[in-house]
């Protein structure tokens, strides 16, 4: 599925504006953002973006809390997610991907290649 608008959810707003001006910037997309795990919930439930990057440590409702509740709710239990996290040791990613996300992207991000890391997850690669 292309994609065409991204939430991306973050409690940091340097990351929150850095990841806007890279996926609006070289992705192209339409991008909304949210600062925290209920916020995140409620932008996907109005907006239905076609992806969601997702912070893992995030004050209250973590990453891991924020999935499980988008997975449980219709409306966005269908949305690939992928986390953003600095903790990427291989036995942590396959936990993310059992929580049920399409990826994970290491922090700190390269801003030239979060658009095509975020498609290659999503849309799968290219031919």
């Not at 449980?72 to 991907?97: D, W």
Request: hydrophobic share 45%.
């Amino acid at each position: 599925m292309p994609i065409s608008k991204v939430l991306m959810i973050d409690d940091e707003p340097y990351i929150r504006r850095i990841g806007e001006l890279c996926l609006r910037g070289v992705g192209k997309w339409d991008v909304v953002l949210a600062s925290s795990g209920a916020e995140g919930i409620e932008t996907a439930v109005r907006e239905q973006p076609d992806a969601i990057l997702l912070d893992m440590m995030m004050p209250g409702m973590d990453g891991k809390a924020t999935l499980v509740e988008l997975r449980s709710r219709p409306e966005t239990a269908k949305i690939p997610v992928v986390f953003m996290t600095a903790k990427v040791l291989q036995h942590e990613v396959q936990l993310y991907l059992s929580l049920g996300a399409v990826g994970v992207i290491a922090k700190p991000f390269d801003p030239m290649t979060l658009s095509s890391e975020l498609a290659r997850f999503v849309e799968g690669p290219t031919t």
